[in-house]
């Protein structure tokens, strides 16, 4: 177990490394910098005003010297400084991670809310009215794009009901109602398409669990079909599940820009944006940084809970 | 199995078909008012015209004080000006003067006016030796560690020298030399050349802010210490999310009958970056005026808020839709070849696909600063044969300059929030593909497309991309800086060299001001006859107001994010919906 878990730690630094140049080579393949693009339309300066710019910035040394130095902050726990608003990387991070998490945790509990209940009378009604309706709702979640829900969601709302989710966000533990006012039709529309793959893979695990052997033996047994189906099918079939979870709550930490944007909730999706956009070099490297170590963080987690969810697994 | 019990759906999608098609069938042909929005932009552009003139009414006396206006804004990354450049920063710090304007309307057009915020007279000594004096008792806000003190003439000069090599006030400050502290509320500016009209190069945003030393000193900088002499003082700056600006209860000047000004007690700029966002705050009232890129979109929101009111402003040249060309590359030396591309293009379908016919024709630079001051002579017969839909000529100038048969051309293009460049791409490829050009269109990173547009990096052969714009009426930046030789590409896109050119704008720039109108005439004549670039058509700006907001209209700063005038004497009715000056709530 042990052993196991301290391969995996370096498995895990290796990709962090080589995420960290991977993501630091791409961005400087860029075309632009983040002194022209802070540039409005009607400003010229000269060639020399620019390097002086840049020198001042530092983002006219060699490549590797950067990085050199960038790595040797990275490795003291420092992701350096924005080179557009001047402040640290990680607390820029740390304000947007807030939104993030929220929306993506609630996104996340509707999206099981939603998946986990129509999935299993899915699979143990299988081909009958209500597995075609469920299977029919989870194609159109998946169908239906988050851009133009978000927007379509956002253009209805306004016309017809006078109201959008305020702008502006509030912590739960701060303004819960207010809170729920901003984030709940953002994470509704994440939760759906969420809901749709979750739901399809709770149903076809269960599926396959339902025609095991020690199923049968249960139902032998004279349990009732809800004690099979929830006490001893459920919690096997949940695993690839929780997989895909795992996998889609790293994802959705940097990947709800769109609906960040339609709904203007300053996340970390949207920081990310505007880094691109900016050519913000050391957010973008600082930030794709810290989710490749919360992606490696999260994945070792689902493989550690695999032998909780069923005993027989064993690490070596 | 059971494979049979999926033909449930079939009824199912039958039926939902059928009441589809049977609604549909319900609804009558499309009317002028409803229908196809094809049908309607004629008659809709002329309601346009009689129910919302370019100049909008005089906003009654007196105002009421109040409230909190608020409009969107793009991104703001730092809200700091030795850091970034926005225009919304002179609601915060004030530049030394500002554009009274009423640009746009034919009788002032000629004599530009100019708001004296922070100097009060200036006096050329000579054309390289300009004197500015301050206005007396314009306090910084009253914050440490400033603390309200006065500002005087070594803080020009300060800012003067912290923000002439920052990129985003580079091209004005650079104009100047050395500033002097004469006394302590008269600077002497040396110039780098002589400019008689050096006055006007000083206006708007674009021109060095003026910051306090022991602001920009101090801890965190100012973007921790955002002090300023400015209408407002920035109370909260959230990034991605948006800014809340209150009012500065000393703001120095005053409403013309003498009343003080700000009117509005605070100011929230939301950062914005989708335009259904933008239309759906504005549909709650969570917005009290915005900026609409188009005539559709401003359609589509005037059905739903219909006692909108809306400022239609003729754009003086930002946002044309154009196209640059590798002049140093053949075929693009060949004036022939320009001028038959120019020619291949008929703009009136240009406007019709990019706005619904709502734009006018645009020439080598702001028709006003060719001394073409009615918008009705903003026609193809005052920008000449070059620019007239005529495809045969074209063909003959092609084969006048050896190329009979076409040559392959490359077009770049991006899109850009705002734009349709994308139907103006593939409007020139058709256009070009009639006198045998074959047009292969290339898309570009937006990003890239700006540093392209903006000659960081150069292109193949052409660039749908703006023309090259000024800040504010300024022949300097507009024309000057944009085609002189001399100038590097970050400034002459194309490194236009004609020597010719050269010439006129030398004269230009040397004369003390009486010639000057027939010398632009006479750039814009030969500017016409080069096409060094395709220039199209420009589209209005509309600025939309609910109904409970009174906002002067200035026909320069027409928007108030772009220019600090109209926050300061926008104001609400008591119609407006109560707002608290609320931080924002992360």
């Given at each position: 177990m042990w052993s196991y878990l301290a391969r995996r730690v370096l498995q895990g630094l290796l990709v962090l490394w080589l995420v960290s140049l991977l993501t630091f080579s791409l961005v400087h393949i860029l075309p632009g910098d983040v002194i022209v693009m802070q540039l409005d339309q009607a400003a010229a300066p000269t060639p020399e005003v620019l390097a002086r710019a840049r020198q001042e910035l530092g983002i006219d040394r060699p490549l590797f010297e950067q990085y050199r130095t960038w790595m040797g902050g990275v490795l003291q726990g420092d992701l350096g400084r924005s080179l557009t608003t001047r402040r640290p990387v990680m607390q820029e991070l740390l304000k947007r991670v807030n939104l993030t998490c929220h929306l993506a945790v609630l996104s996340m509990a509707i999206a099981l809310l939603i998946a986990v209940p129509i999935g299993i009378l899915s699979a143990v009604r299988q081909d009958t009215a209500t597995d075609y309706v469920g299977r029919f709702v989870a194609v159109l979640g998946l169908s239906l794009p988050d851009f133009w829900l978000a927007t379509v969601a956002i253009t209805f709302l306004a016309i017809w009901v006078g109201w959008i989710p305020p702008v502006g966000f509030a912590p739960i533990w701060v303004d819960p109602e207010r809170n729920l006012s901003q984030l709940l039709i953002p994470a509704g529309i994440i939760g759906a398409r969420l809901a749709a793959v979750s739901m399809r893979m709770t149903r076809s695990s269960l599926l396959e669990v339902l025609r095991q052997d020690y199923i049968r033996t249960a139902r032998a047994k004279g349990r009732r079909e809800r004690g099979v189906v929830l006490g001893h099918a459920l919690k096997n079939a949940l695993i690839p599940v929780i997989t895909v979870l795992g996998q889609q709550f790293s994802v959705l930490l940097g990947g709800t820009v769109i609906v960040e944007v339609i709904f203007l909730q300053p996340g970390v999706g949207s920081l990310m944006l505007d880094a691109v956009q900016l050519r913000d070099y050391t957010v973008i490297q600082g930030a794709v940084l810290f989710f490749a170590v919360v992606i490696v963080a999260v994945n070792l987690l689902i493989d550690m809970s695999y032998a909780w969810l069923d005993p027989r697994i064993r690490f070596h | 199995m059971n494979r049979h019990r999926l033909w449930f759906l079939v009824p199912l999608f039958a039926g939902l078909s059928l009441s589809a098609a049977h609604a549909q069938g319900q609804k009558p042909a499309p009317t002028e008012g409803e229908g196809a929005f094809v049908y309607v932009a004629p008659s809709f552009i002329k309601e346009l015209d009689t129910k919302f003139p370019a100049q909008p009414p005089v906003p009654p006396s007196p105002p009421r004080y109040g409230g909190v206006l608020q409009f969107p804004t793009p991104t703001i990354r730092a809200f700091d000006p030795t850091v970034g450049y926005r225009a919304d920063f002179a609601l915060v710090w004030d530049t030394l003067t500002e554009w009274e304007a009423t640009w746009y309307y034919p009788e002032v057009q000629r004599t530009p006016v100019i708001r004296k915020t922070l100097v009060t007279s200036w006096e050329m000594k000579d054309p390289s030796t300009w004197i500015f004096k301050l206005r007396q008792g314009v306090k910084f806000h009253n914050r440490p560690p400033?603390?309200?003190?006065?500002?005087?003439?070594?803080?020009?000069r300060y800012s003067y020298e912290l923000l002439k090599?920052?990129?985003?006030?580079?091209?004005?400050?650079?104009?100047?030399?050395?500033?002097?502290?004469?006394?302590?509320?008269?600077?002497?500016?040396?110039?780098?050349?002589?400019?008689p009209k050096f006055y006007l190069n000083i206006v708007d945003s674009l021109s060095p802010v003026v910051v306090p030393r022991e602001a920009v000193e101090a801890p965190g900088g100012l973007a921790e210490n955002p002090i300023g002499t400015g209408a407002f003082m920035l109370k909260e700056f959230v990034p991605g999310e948006g800014a809340l600006l209150v009012k500065n209860p000393d703001y120095y000047l005053k409403d013309k009958d003498g009343r003080s000004l700000p009117y509005v007690d605070g100011v929230r700029l939301y950062f914005t970056k989708d335009a259904s966002t933008e239309t759906a705050l504005f549909r709650t009232r969570q917005l009290d005026l915005m900026r609409v890129s188009t005539l559709d979109l401003l359609y589509a929101l005037m059905k739903t808020v219909p006692d909108l009111g809306l400022y239609r402003v003729p754009s003086l040249g930002w946002g044309d839709y154009g196209l640059a060309f590798a002049i140093d590359k053949p075929p693009f030396n060949d004036v022939r070849v320009r001028q038959a591309l120019s020619m291949a293009i008929n703009r009136?379908?240009?406007?019709?696909?990019?706005?619904?016919?709502?734009a006018t024709l645009y020439g080598p630079f702001p028709w006003v600063m060719a001394g073409v001051t009615k918008r009705a002579d903003y026609s193809y017969a005052n920008l000449g044969p070059n620019y007239q839909y005529n495809p045969k000529r074209a063909r003959e100038l092609l084969a006048a300059a050896g190329v009979p048969n076409g040559f392959d051309l490359e077009i770049e293009w991006a899109e850009f929030q705002g734009w349709t460049y994308g139907e103006y791409a593939q409007l020139l490829a058709r256009f070009f593909s009639d006198v045998g050009i074959r047009v292969k269109l290339k898309q570009l990173e937006t990003s890239t497309w700006i540093a392209k547009g903006q000659g960081i990096q150069p292109f193949a052969q052409a660039l749908a991309v703006a023309s090259p714009i000024g800040a504010g009426p300024s022949f300097m930046d507009w024309v000057y800086l944009r085609y002189h030789s001399s100038m590097p590409k970050t400034m002459n896109r194309e490194g236009i060299s004609d020597p010719k050119l050269d010439e006129l704008l030398a004269k230009w720039r040397q004369d003390?001001?009486?010639?000057?109108?027939?010398?632009?005439?006479?750039?814009?004549?030969?500017?016409?006859?080069?096409?060094?670039?395709?220039?199209?058509?420009?589209?209005?700006?509309?600025?939309?107001?609910?109904?409970?907001?009174?906002?002067?209209?200035?026909?320069?700063?027409?928007?108030?994010?772009?220019?600090?005038?109209?926050?300061?004497?926008?104001?609400?009715?008591?119609?407006?919906?109560?707002?608290k000056l609320d931080k924002f709530a992360q």
């Open positions: - | 400033v603390n309200g003190r006065e500002m005087v003439a070594e803080d020009v090599d920052k990129a985003q006030y580079a091209n004005r400050a650079a104009l100047v030399k050395t500033i002097a502290v004469v006394d302590k509320y008269t600077l002497r500016f040396e110039l780098r050349q002589p400019d009136d379908v240009i406007a019709e696909v990019i706005n619904r016919g709502d003390s001001g009486d010639k000057r109108p027939a010398i632009q005439k006479a750039i814009w004549d030969h500017l016409r006859e080069q096409v060094y670039r395709i220039t199209t058509i420009v589209p209005p700006h509309y600025r939309v107001t609910q109904s409970y907001v009174h906002a002067g209209g200035n026909p320069y700063c027409w928007f108030p994010g772009y220019c600090n005038y109209e926050a300061k004497t926008a104001w609400l009715t008591e119609k407006a919906p109560a707002r």
